[in-house]
């Protein structure tokens, strides 16, 4: 599981820059590998200006493409991420770019792919535990 991928410094340098998108996307040809987009408003932590709905849009696109809607889970590294955004304003960038890709990868990624990574159990006969594929 790699946490907090939405904020790490990419590289400005551009060789140095070209072998962090390398190797993340080495890193996504092993299936055992998921991403959590959390921490995605943490680039706002010094500016007043509201947060747009499509923060961090570009960033969350490439991690997407190259770990597949399979592949990226939610999390709100709440109550860390206070001091950038509020929860709600943290949500609702989440949920826009998620739900903008369909119901199929909204569920993928709100909680079926948690279910793959962390190999949940069902602790109640009424909790739904879909299979991936």
Same mark, same amino acid.
């Given at each position: /599981?790699?946490?907090?991928? $939405?904020s790490? &410094?990419?590289?400005?340098?551009?060789?140095?820059? #070209?072998?962090?998108?390398?190797?993340?996307?080495? !890193?996504?040809?092993?299936?055992?590998i998921?991403?959590?987009?959390?921490?995605?408003? !943490?680039?706002?932590?010094?500016?007043?200006?509201?947060?747009? $709905?499509?923060?961090?849009?570009?960033r969350?696109?490439?991690?997407? #493409?190259?770990?597949?809607?399979? +592949?990226?889970?939610?999390?709100? #590294?709440?109550p860390?991420? #206070? +001091? +950038?955004?509020?929860?709600?304003?943290?949500?609702?960038?989440?949920?826009?770019?998620?739900?903008?890709?369909?119901?199929?990868?909204?569920?993928?990624?709100?909680?079926?792919?948690?279910?793959?990574?962390? &190999?949940? &159990? &069902?602790?109640?006969?009424?909790?739904? /535990?879909?299979?991936?594929?």
């Open positions: /599981m790699i946490d907090h991928l $939405p790490a &410094r990419v590289p400005l340098e551009a060789a140095a820059r #070209d072998e962090y998108w390398s190797l993340l996307r080495h !890193l996504a040809q092993n299936k055992n998921f991403v959590k987009l959390s921490e995605v408003a !943490l680039a706002r932590s010094e500016q007043t200006a509201p947060i747009p $709905p499509n923060f961090n849009q570009d969350l696109d490439s991690l997407w #493409d190259i770990f597949g809607e399979d +592949h990226v889970l939610y999390a709100s #590294d709440w860390n991420s #206070d +001091h +950038h955004a509020t929860y709600q304003v943290t949500i609702s960038i989440v949920r826009n770019y998620v739900e903008a890709k369909g119901r199929v990868a909204s569920e993928k990624f709100f909680w079926k792919n948690s279910v793959a990574a962390y &190999r949940w &159990r &069902r602790r109640q006969a009424d909790q739904p /535990m879909e299979n991936q594929s």
